[in-house]
C-alpha cells in the first residue's frame, strides 16, 4: 500500500491540488475530485485505487473541458467529441464524459437541432437543403435533421430574408432588383420557384410605399 503523504495547493491560477505519494509527486488533481473522492493526507491507497484516481481525475477533466464549450452554446455529441478529442483525451474518457452529458440532459442532438433552426430563422433564414447540410456537418444523424428541418417554412423563411435584404436595394430598377436580391436568395439555398414568388412579392410591397 502507498500513502499520500501531501497535499499542496498548485501555484497556477487553476487552484490544482498537487497530491504526494511515499513522498513523490503523484499526480495533479482538481478541487472537485479531491472533494468527490474524499482525498486526504495519510491517506493509504494500492496501486488499482491510484489508477482508479487518475481516471476519475481525467474524466473531471474531461468534463470540465465540455462544460466550457457548452458554456458559448448548444453543441451536438459530434461536436464535442471532435473537440475532446483534439484536447487529447483518451475515447474511453470521452464516452463517459458523453455518456454522463446526455443523462444529464446538457448534450442532446434533437433540442440542438431545434436550436440551430430556430437561431437560423430568427437572425438568418435559408432553405431547408442548405440547412440540412449545416446540420449534417455537425454529425446528426438522418432522422434527427429531417425532424429539425420539416418544420422550416421556406416562403415564410425566403420572405423575411428577402425583407432584410430589400432596403439595400431600393433604388435599383426591376431588372437589377431581381438579380440581385434572387442571387442573394439563391446563396441561402432557396429554390428558383421560391426566389421568382417572393421577389416580384417584396418588389410590389416596395412600389407601394
Given amino acids: 500500500m502507498s500513502k499520500i503523504t501531501g497535499i499542496k495547493q498548485g501555484k497556477n491560477r487553476t487552484k490544482r491540488l498537487n497530491v504526494y505519494v511515499d513522498e513523490k509527486f503523484a499526480m495533479s488533481l482538481s478541487p472537485e475530485t479531491a472533494r468527490k473522492e474524499n482525498i486526504r493526507a495519510g491517506q493509504e491507497l494500492g496501486k488499482a485505487a491510484l489508477e482508479a484516481l487518475a481516471e476519475k481525475e481525467q474524466c473531471q477533466r474531461c468534463f470540465n473541458s465540455a462544460a466550457r464549450l457548452l458554456g458559448y452554446r448548444p453543441r451536438s455529441e459530434s461536436e464535442i467529441r471532435q473537440r475532446l478529442n483534439r484536447h487529447g483525451y483518451e475515447p474511453a474518457i470521452i464516452d463517459k464524459t458523453l455518456d454522463k452529458l446526455k443523462d444529464s440532459g446538457l448534450v ?23 440547412t440540412r447540410m449545416e446540420l449534417k456537418k455537425k454529425g446528426l444523424e438522418a432522422e434527427i435533421i429531417d425532424q429539425a428541418v420539416n418544420e422550416i417554412d421556406e416562403k415564410e423563411s425566403a ?19 431581381r438579380l440581385r436580391l434572387g442571387q442573394y436568395l439563391a446563396r441561402r439555398g432557396f429554390n428558383y420557384a421560391i426566389i421568382k414568388e417572393i421577389t416580384q412579392k417584396v418588389w410590389e410591397e416596395l412600389r407601394k410605399k
Fill in 159 to 177: 420572405y423575411r430574408a428577402a425583407q432584410k435584404r430589400a432596403g439595400r436595394l431600393a433604388g435599383q430598377d426591376y431588372r437589377e432588383f
Fill in 108 to 130: 442532446d442532438d434533437g433540442a440542438f437541432a431545434r436550436y440551430w433552426v430556430e437561431n437560423r430563422e430568427s437572425f438568418s433564414p435559408r432553405g431547408r437543403g442548405l
